[in-house]
């Protein structure tokens, strides 16, 4: 099984909703990530796990708030979110997260904020 | 600063033509990767060259890597519409495991 599954697929939330995206990969990788991509632009680095913790975080808000629950599950809960935090937001996994992996990337989520 | 850039920015062929885009970037990296995203998808990993390693196939991709020129080349033989999508470079900035920097992207797009 070589894929990584995101859920919701679509969010629409207001500014001062609570909402939160979830990635889940059965594939044994101990490193995982969050990736914001705006419209025609690549994605951006937002956070990396490794073996469950927290190892790089790229100046993110704290608007935006990683967990991960399990060497399986990746969340990224969302609160007081801007319109310009409306993009497409991709969760990825690798085997160990040295440079040299494949990143798995799941569908994505598109988030829609009013 | 943007680690790699790709151009053309779009390019579009018709089927059976070959495509090729290029990536440059900035500072010495480790190895260079090429992902494929179909429209508004996740990315799927075509293939990877190290840095001393100066070309590389995969079925109808091929890519080269020039590190004295800080760039690479993605060629696909043989195009069909299937292959439609934006590429992106992503390189890892060179003793930073953990971190892939995305280019801006190529939008191939294969008349039929």
């Known amino acids: 099984d070589t894929e990584v599954t995101q859920t919701p697929k679509h969010l629409v939330m207001g500014m001062t909703n609570k909402k939160s995206l979830k990635c889940e990969q059965h594939?044994?990788?101990?490193?995982m990530y969050w990736y914001k991509q705006k419209a025609k632009k690549p994605p951006e680095l937002m956070f990396v796990y490794s073996y469950e913790k927290l190892s790089i975080n790229e100046s993110v808000p704290s608007r935006f708030s990683p967990e991960c629950p399990n060497s399986s599950l990746l969340n990224l809960h969302l609160h007081a979110l801007q319109p310009e935090d409306s993009a497409l937001y991709l969760c990825?996994?690798?085997?160990?997260?040295?440079?040299?992996?494949?990143?798995?990337f799941g569908p994505g989520t598109r988030l829609t904020v009013l | 600063s943007q680690q790699g850039e790709e151009d053309p920015q779009a390019l579009s062929i018709q089927e059976g033509e070959n495509a090729t885009m290029n990536c440059s970037y900035k500072?010495?990296?480790?190895?260079l990767q090429w992902y494929r995203q179909n429209s508004g998808r996740g990315l799927v990993h075509l293939i990877l060259?190290?840095?001393?390693?100066r070309e590389k196939h995969s079925g109808r991709l091929r890519v080269t890597l020039d590190t004295s020129k800080k760039s690479s080349s993605l060629l696909i033989t043989a195009s069909r519409a299937a292959d439609t999508a934006s590429y992106f470079c992503a390189t890892d900035r060179g003793g930073s495991n953990y971190k892939l920097t995305f280019g801006k992207g190529t939008l191939l797009t294969v008349n039929p």
């Open positions: 990825a996994s690798s085997q160990s997260g040295l440079s040299t992996d494949t990143q798995y």
């Open positions: 594939m044994g990788h101990r490193a």
């Open positions: 060259i190290r840095s001393n390693e």
């Open positions: 500072t010495s990296i480790n190895n």
